[in-house]
Structure formats: C-alpha cells, structure tokens
C-alpha cells in the first residue's frame, strides 16, 4: 500500500472545500455531498467554519484511490489563515492547487505557487467553475504561465465553456513536448528526430512532475463534477508517494494541535521515519532553537579578562530568534490514530508516511520535533504584521482572558501573545481584520468570553543605521554585576535576522555564561529603542569577564563573591542597549504590495485616495478599458482602501494585496511601542526593578 500526503491550497472562494467533498464523493468515502452554505460539509468541522462558510483550520480526511492511500490535508483559503497553511507544508508528499476559472489568478495564488516552487513540492493546477459564466480557458493558462512563473501542462480542453453543461475532455496535446524537453535532452533529440513515442512522453511527464519541474493543469467543475476523475487518476500516477524508513529512527513533526473533550492536548503529526507505537516515550522539542549553541575556536581555560581570536555564533532565526532552549521535553504516547477511509481510527502504531493523532504528550507544541529533528523550522511567509490589544467587555477577568488566548496560542502560536503588566493589557498579532473577527467569535463560542478590539495598528520593526558600542567592566562602578560584557552591534542586509559573533576566545569564561549573553541579546532585541522588534543586524561579543567561584574556608559556594549566569542575564540588556543607543535605529513600517485592476475613466478618482492612503502606485498598465495599477501601501492602510474600492470604481475595481518588505516610517510622528520589560532605557528604573538597588545609593553586587 502507498501512502500520499497531499494538500489542497486555494485563494479564497475558489471552491476549495466543494472540490474536497466533491473528491470523497468520486471514491465513495461519502453518500452525498456536503454543502459549504448548509454547513455539511466534512473539512470544516467548526462551528465557526460552518457560520461563516470558511475554512479556519486544517483538517485531514482520507480517501483510498486503488493501491493508494490519500490523506488529504484541507488549508485556508483566506490570506488571514496563512499561518494554517504554513504548518501543513512540511509535511506534504505533493498538493493541489486550486485557481477559479472566473476570478483567475489571485495575489493567494501567487503567495502560494512561488512558495510551492521554493519547496520543490510537486503540485497539480485544478481550474475550478468551468461551468460558471465568464469561466476562462486560454486566458488563464497564459495568466498561469506569466504570473505565476510556472511551466504548465495542459492536461486537456474544455467543450462548453461557461455553460452548466462544461465538461474536461482529457488529452495530452503536441505542445506538452516542447516544455517538457526544456528539462530532458533525450527527449528533446527525439523530438528534434521525430521518434517520440506517448509513452516515453507521459514517462517524462510523470518524471518531471514528481521533481516540482511542470505542473499539469486539469479544468474542472467541484459542482458538477467534471474534470474530477482525471484529476484522480493524475493525483494517484504523477504525485509521489510518502517516503520514510519504518524501521529507522523516529522522526515526526507536530503541525496542528487541538484540544479533546476532556481538555487533552491532541497532537497531529506526519511520521517522516520510524515507527511510533502506544506506550513509547518519545523526546520532542522545537526545532527552531536546533544548534543555537555559540560556536568558536579558543583554549579551554579560565580568566578574568578576555579579548582574543575570532569566533562566531550560529546565525540567527531572524523574528523568530527567541533565543530559548527548545529540546529536553519528552512524553509517553497514551494513544494513537491513523487516517483511513474518510476518518481517524485507533491504532497501536503509526509507521514513516503516516499523519497520526497522538494523546499523552502534555507539553506538545506547533513546530515541535519528535524524536530525531529533521532540520529547523522555517518559516515560509511573513509574519503578521498587525497588532490590536484586546479589551475584556463587563465581566470578564484578566486571567479568564489570558488562559483562553493561552489555548488559542496553542493551535495558532504566531497570534504572539504579549502581556502588558503595567497596563495590565494583552495584545496579539494578526494577519488581517477577519481573523481579528474570527478571534473575536472563538472567544465567545468557545470560551463565553465578550471581548472587543481597538484599532488594529501595524508591527514596525527597527534596524540599526550604524555601528554601536558599549562595554561595562566587573566590579568598576557603576556595574553593580559580576561580569564583564561588551557589545558591538553593526547592521546587516535586510532579511539576514540576528547574528551572534564572539571577538574573544571560547574558553576565556564558562560556556554557560555565553549562551547566557546570548540568549539575552536575542530576548533584548524584542524590544528596541522605540519598542519594536530590532532586526537585520549583527551583534558581536567584544569582552567577557567573570568572577571564579568562591569559598570561604570550610564552607561551600559564596554567590556574593561568584559570577552566575543571573550577572549576565542582568547586565548584557544595560550593555546593549547603550550600543544601540550609539548605533541609532530606525523604525520600518510593513509595506504590502498591490495590484488594482480598475475602468480606466476610474483612475482620476482613485489616484487622490491613494495618495491618501500614502499608496505609491508604481507601474500603471492598460488592458483595453481597464487599467492595472500596481505599487505599494502601507500595511495599516490596506483594510480602509479594500472598503473604500468598490465606491470608487462602480463596483468594477479589484484589489490584491499580500506583504511584500519593511519601509522607512517617513513623515510625521515615528510610531512607538509601550515596553512590557524591565526598560534597559532608564538604567535606575531598570536596576531598581532587577536588583532592588541602585549604585551609588547601596553597595554591593547581583546574584
């Protein structure tokens, strides 16, 4: 039996979840078909999902295809919900990409098909509603090839485009020849000699699918059901199936967690190797935070001072660089089920290729590596790049609050949740206004929480413009610490993260005392000069010193006298933020890009608005009495201009947008944000908040 990981991935409102229950129905899984509007569908299991007609979360049902076992992974088709999308992709065999015949290619399409290219995932195109008027054919498979940079196949044509009465008619046309000899020399010197015979055609075809390199395109209607049978047969003869060694050593990664009826944590995972069974104790941990260690070259040995030989930390993780120890959870399996014909059953184990629910691992997060990790997690799209702080409505406590947006972190962790305590307020990150409302709903459905939002603002990020230093000395006023720390921060080329370097030898001080810097420069860098993540540069260690352990005669360790890790946990957040402060940063605003296709008799009306929204419109183009427009805005403005299109335009305008890099914030106030740690920037009030003691008014040294 084979196995097949796949997933369905669409711009929203192309059918994706009709296609899904149109799929079940074709091999029998299902009797009948399940409506999105009448909420019966198999995927969107939440009551939420089914309000709204939306797909929120993923979800995993099965299907059989001959030999072959699919399971079928279910993803978000709105831009708010791409962080679902992002779990699901390391843990596909191939996907399915769904396009409207209608609507065409969308910004979601493209986001997703250049990241399915990255990933060298092999995917097949599905052009859904052949059967709804103004369904498009060659217009869209030349849309396909120029806007999303993919060498396409047609897999056949359409007779009746348009018409209720549509249908797919397969066939493999003389054209396929010439893009799948780009990638096949033998194929094309046969070609160039006129001996090509189908089967070597299709043998290529199949080859050349399963290495991400063409991708064959089926039309179809999820309603009607045309074009569904040859895109089973192609799911099942030109994706490929799950690898893995049962035998091997295990190897999992979590993708989604869920709670249970009796508020159990289940955790959905995809076996890459090995075989996990009822009862086993596995190791898990975050792969994100895999060789974080310091590296560098220097003798082994003890001193008080240290400058020395060049040494380098292992890069950063960029806004993910949390700096925190991942690995050295571990759990015992109480449960295991597989997926199997349309549903999950119970099973003793779960082999390589397998997706299994598992239950017993208590401390189980997103991203979290079972077993053997098989690389850090990566993270495909942007972050979320706005912010909203949410308000409790009449009765509603603040540790009620933050226990449920603590479990809804648990199934969705970039919402970061960020706790205020001298406000005594809670924000979280978003993706967009319809996630916010999503939110919203779950807090009350779920939780019978009434909660509101203010306004969503955007996620500024700042870089240093400069070179910055700082350095204060163990026991030399006004260092109240036993440490020495010096830090250099320089800036690094946009999307580079954070890097960690030594100047000074490795073994000038415990190891334990560097990871401590270390790790604290990452925690520090949350939050810069003006609040905002500081990314994009490189911050080097230039000096380190430390106090040996000390004892008194016959008794044990004297921590007055003796540096700990708290020392330089203390200081190195003084220490850098006085670099920054001589480094300078800027606060960079996200910026998203957006294509606007709008009546040309239009523009007049919209160019002033969007100068309003400080849109810079970039490139302007004209496709008879429409006029494309293409730029960028700022991400906090593109919710109010989406509102404000449709008035504009006569209704005729379309918008997409999707982040596309960080900006200088220019012009007017620079936006700033309330700190929630102990403010390094107000060297008493952070000394008296970490040490209750300030120098010169008390002596004496941290512990």
Not at 286 to 306: F, M
Not at 483 to 496: H, I, Y
Not at 536 to 565: E, I, L, N, W
């Given at each position: 039996?084979?196995?097949?990981?796949?997933?369905?991935?669409?711009?929203?409102?192309?059918?994706?979840?009709?296609?899904?229950?149109?799929?079940?129905?074709?091999?029998?899984?299902?009797?009948?078909?399940?409506?999105?509007?009448?909420?019966?569908?198999?995927?969107?299991?939440?009551?939420?999902?089914?309000?709204?007609?939306?797909?929120?979360?993923?979800?995993?049902?099965?299907?059989?295809?001959?030999?072959?076992?699919?399971?079928?992974?279910?993803?978000?088709?709105?831009?708010?919900?791409?962080?679902?999308?992002?779990?699901?992709?390391?843990?596909?065999?191939?996907?399915?990409?769904?396009?409207?015949?209608?609507?065409?290619?969308?910004?979601?399409?493209?986001?997703?098909?250049?990241?399915?290219?990255?990933?060298?995932?092999?995917?097949?195109?599905?052009?859904?509603?052949?059967?709804?008027?103004?369904?498009?054919?060659?217009?869209?498979?030349?849309?396909?090839?120029?806007?999303?940079?993919?060498?396409?196949?047609?897999?056949?044509?359409?007779?009746?485009?348009?018409?209720?009465?549509?249908?797919?008619?397969?066939?493999?046309?003389?054209?396929?020849?010439?893009?799948?000899?780009?990638?096949?020399?033998?194929?094309?010197?046969?070609?160039?000699?006129?001996?090509?015979?189908?089967?070597?055609?299709?043998?290529?075809?199949?080859?050349?699918?399963?290495?991400?390199?063409?991708?064959?395109?089926?039309?179809?209607?999820?309603?009607?059901?045309?074009?569904?049978?040859?895109?089973?047969?192609?799911?099942?003869?030109?994706?490929?199936?799950?690898?893995?060694?049962?035998?091997?050593?295990?190897?999992?990664?979590?993708?989604?967690?869920?709670?249970?009826?009796?508020?159990?944590?289940?955790?959905?995972?995809?076996?890459?190797?090995?075989?996990?069974?009822?009862?086993?104790?596995?190791?898990?941990?975050?792969?994100?935070?895999?060789?974080?260690?310091?590296?560098?070259?220097?003798?082994?040995?003890?001193?008080?001072?240290?400058?020395?030989?060049?040494?380098?930390?292992?890069?950063?993780?960029?806004?993910?660089?949390?700096?925190?120890?991942?690995?050295?959870?571990?759990?015992?399996?109480?449960?295991?089920?597989?997926?199997?014909?349309?549903?999950?059953?119970?099973?003793?184990?779960?082999?390589?290729?397998?997706?299994?629910?598992?239950?017993?691992?208590?401390?189980?997060?997103?991203?979290?590596?079972l077993g053997e990790p098989r690389k850090a997690h990566e993270h495909f799209f942007a972050p979320p790049t706005l912010e909203t702080v949410v308000v409790p409505g009449p009765g509603v406590g603040g540790?009620?609050?933050?226990?449920?947006?603590?479990?809804?972190?648990?199934?969705?962790?970039?919402?970061?949740?960020?706790?205020?305590?001298?406000?005594?307020?809670?924000?979280?990150?978003?993706?967009?206004?319809?996630?916010?409302?999503?939110?919203?709903?779950?807090?009350?459905?779920?939780?019978?929480?009434?909660?509101?939002?203010?306004?969503?603002?955007?996620?500024?990020?700042?870089?240093?413009?400069?070179?910055?230093?700082?350095?204060?000395?163990?026991?030399?006023?006004?260092?109240?610490?036993?440490?020495?720390?010096?830090?250099?921060?320089?800036?690094?080329?946009?999307?580079?993260?954070?890097?960690?370097?030594?100047?000074?030898?490795?073994?000038?001080?415990?190891?334990?005392?560097?990871?401590?810097?270390?790790?604290?420069?990452?925690?520090?860098?949350?939050?810069?000069?003006?609040?905002?993540?500081?990314?994009?540069?490189?911050?080097?260690?230039?000096?380190?010193?430390?106090?040996?352990?000390?004892?008194?005669?016959?008794?044990?360790?004297?921590?007055?006298?003796?540096?700990?890790?708290?020392?330089?946990?203390?200081?190195?957040?003084?220490?850098?933020?006085?670099?920054?402060?001589?480094?300078?940063?800027?606060?960079?605003?996200?910026?998203?890009?957006?294509?606007?296709?709008?009546?040309?008799?239009?523009?007049?009306?919209?160019?002033?608005?969007?100068?309003?929204?400080?849109?810079?419109?970039?490139?302007?183009?004209t496709r008879g009495s429409t006029c494309v427009l293409q730029g960028a805005v700022p991400a906090a403005q593109v919710h109010a201009l989406e509102q404000q299109l449709p008035g504009l335009t006569r209704?005729?305008?379309?918008?997409?947008?999707?982040?596309?890099?960080?900006?200088?914030?220019?012009?007017?106030?620079?936006?700033?944000?309330?700190?929630?740690?102990?403010?390094?920037?107000?060297?008493?009030?952070?000394?008296?908040?970490?040490?209750?003691?300030?120098?010169?008014?008390?002596?004496?040294?941290?512990?």
């Amino acid at each position: 039996m084979h196995l097949l990981n796949l997933g369905i991935l669409v711009h929203v409102d192309a059918g994706k979840t009709s296609l899904t229950e149109r799929l079940l129905h074709t091999v029998g899984v299902i009797d009948e078909i399940g409506s999105v509007d009448a909420g019966s569908t198999q995927t969107d299991t939440l009551a939420l999902e089914r309000q709204r007609g939306i797909t929120i979360k993923s979800a995993v049902v099965s299907f059989p295809i001959d030999d072959v076992t699919v399971n079928l992974i279910d993803t978000p088709g709105h831009p708010d919900f791409i962080a679902e999308v992002e779990r699901v992709l390391g843990v596909l065999d191939g996907a399915v990409l769904v396009v409207s015949a209608v609507e065409g290619v969308q910004a979601q399409t493209r986001v997703l098909m250049r990241t399915l290219q990255r990933l060298r995932i092999p995917t097949l195109v599905f052009v859904n509603k052949i059967d709804r008027r103004g369904a498009q054919e060659a217009a869209l498979l030349r849309a396909v090839c120029e806007r999303l940079s993919a060498a396409v196949v047609p897999m056949g044509g359409v007779e009746g485009l348009g018409t209720p009465g549509a249908r797919f008619v397969p066939r493999i046309g003389p054209s396929v020849l010439d893009v799948l000899a780009d990638h096949d020399d033998d194929l094309l010197a046969a070609y160039v000699a006129d001996t090509v015979l189908y089967d070597r055609v299709y043998a290529a075809l199949v080859a050349q699918t399963r290495q991400a390199l063409v991708h064959p395109v089926y039309f179809g209607s999820a309603l009607t059901g045309a074009g569904v049978d040859a895109l089973i047969l192609g799911i099942k003869e030109l994706l490929p199936a799950a690898g893995g060694d049962p035998d091997g050593p295990v190897s999992a990664t979590v993708f989604k967690v869920e709670r249970g009826p009796a508020g159990e944590k289940v955790a959905y995972a995809r076996m890459f190797s090995g075989t996990l069974r009822t009862r086993d104790r596995v190791p898990f941990g975050d792969g994100r935070a895999e060789g974080r260690g310091t590296e560098g070259r220097g003798r082994e040995g003890r001193g008080r001072e240290g400058r020395g030989r060049e040494g380098r930390g292992r890069e950063g993780r960029g806004r993910e660089g949390r700096g925190r120890e991942g690995r050295g959870r571990e759990g015992r399996v109480t449960a295991i089920s597989v997926f199997d014909h349309g549903t999950d059953v119970r099973a003793d184990a779960a082999p390589a290729g397998r997706i299994a629910k598992l239950w017993g691992l208590a401390g189980i997060r997103i991203g979290d590596a079972l077993g053997e990790p098989r690389k850090a997690h990566e993270h495909f799209f942007a972050p979320p790049t706005l912010e909203t702080v949410v308000v409790p409505g009449p009765g509603v406590g603040g540790r009620a609050l933050h226990l449920a947006l603590t479990r809804l972190a648990e199934q969705d962790p970039l919402i970061d949740l960020r706790h205020d305590e001298v406000r005594q307020e809670i924000s979280v990150s978003l993706y967009g206004e319809v996630q916010k409302e999503v939110v919203q709903a779950t807090l009350a459905d779920e939780f019978g929480l009434d909660v509101t939002f203010r306004q969503t603002t955007p996620l500024c990020i700042e870089r240093p413009v400069g070179t910055g230093a700082a350095v204060e000395y163990n026991k030399k006023d006004p260092n109240p610490f036993l440490a020495t720390v010096g830090l250099r921060v320089d800036p690094a080329p946009a999307g580079s993260g954070v890097d960690f370097r030594l100047e000074v030898e490795l073994g000038s001080m415990p190891y334990a005392f560097f990871k401590a810097v270390e790790d604290t420069v990452r925690e520090t860098l949350e939050q810069g000069l003006r609040g905002w993540q500081v990314t994009d540069c490189t911050v080097t260690m230039t000096h380190a010193g430390y106090s040996p352990r000390q004892s008194h005669a016959h008794q044990g360790f004297d921590k007055s006298m003796s540096s700990t890790g708290a020392d330089f946990r203390g200081l190195t957040p003084l220490v850098l933020i006085e670099a920054l402060r001589r480094a300078g940063t800027q606060v960079h605003e996200p910026m998203h890009r957006f294509r606007i296709e709008t009546p040309a008799d239009t523009l007049g009306a919209l160019l002033p608005v969007l100068a309003g929204f400080r849109a810079v419109p970039q490139t302007t183009g004209t496709r008879g009495s429409t006029c494309v427009l293409q730029g960028a805005v700022p991400a906090a403005q593109v919710h109010a201009l989406e509102q404000q299109l449709p008035g504009l335009t006569r209704g005729e305008g379309g918008m997409e947008s999707a982040f596309d890099h960080y900006a200088p914030v220019t012009g007017g106030s620079v936006p700033e944000r309330p700190r929630t740690d102990h403010n390094p920037l107000n060297r008493e009030e952070y000394l008296l908040r970490v040490t209750r003691r300030v120098p010169g008014r008390e002596a004496g040294a941290s512990s």
